[in-house]
């Protein structure tokens, strides 16, 4: 399962079989009082249409859900699937998609995605691929841990064991 956290919504996407992706929801209110009940991806639809009155902007388009206007997508496939339509469309793109985790969104829109810990890309509001490094851990036994920034930074959590402790490291935006 993928998980990103969407302001106060909590929303987790498993691999699915069907057309469009099922979120499943989390809604975390200001009262949070250390538990949370998960919504299915019908109620959890319906919730973000008809109930939700929290301080974010969702909207739903056929099955999707946007925060603030981008697409979460925190299974690869389903991103794919919302910009192209089918996997036909280009097997290399939908393959790559298979294998990434989402990082985040800059404040362009554009996605970021993990592959395996070691390599980042990064996707234009329409799919197409714009950057693609590696962000290896100091541990080549280790995997890290991405966060982006709005303005593109991203941040990489590594594991140093010659030192053991970990280590903090930002990227500046260079694409």
Same mark, same amino acid.
């Given at each position: 399962m993928r998980t990103i956290i969407a302001?106060?919504?909590l929303l987790v996407n498993i691999a699915s079989s069907q057309a469009n992706p099922e979120y499943y929801g989390f809604y975390i209110a200001d009262n949070f009082e250390?538990?949370?009940t998960m919504m299915n991806p019908d109620e959890t639809i319906?919730?973000?249409t008809e109930e939700y009155?929290?301080?974010?902007k969702f909207t739903v388009q056929d099955g999707y859900i946007f925060w603030n206007g981008r697409l979460v997508a /925190?299974? @690869?496939p389903i991103y794919f699937?919302? %910009?192209y339509g089918s996997r036909e469309n280009n097997l290399t793109l939908w393959n790559a998609m298979q294998q990434r985790r989402f990082i985040g969104w800059d404040n362009m829109g554009n996605s970021y995605w993990d592959n395996a810990g070691r390599r980042v890309n990064v996707f234009t509001p329409?799919?197409?691929?714009?950057?693609?490094?590696y962000g290896e851990n100091v541990n080549p036994y280790e995997k890290?841990?991405?966060?982006?920034? /709005?303005? @593109?930074?991203?941040?990489?959590?590594? %594991?140093?064991?010659?030192?053991?402790?970990?280590e903090l490291m930002k990227l500046e935006r260079f694409w």
């Open positions: 302001g106060d919504m250390g538990k949370i319906k919730f973000l009155r929290g301080t974010e /925190p299974y @690869g699937q919302y %910009y329409s799919g197409k691929l714009i950057a693609d490094f890290s841990q991405f966060a982006v920034a /709005p303005d @593109g930074s991203l941040y990489c959590l590594s %594991y140093n064991m010659d030192q053991d402790k970990f």
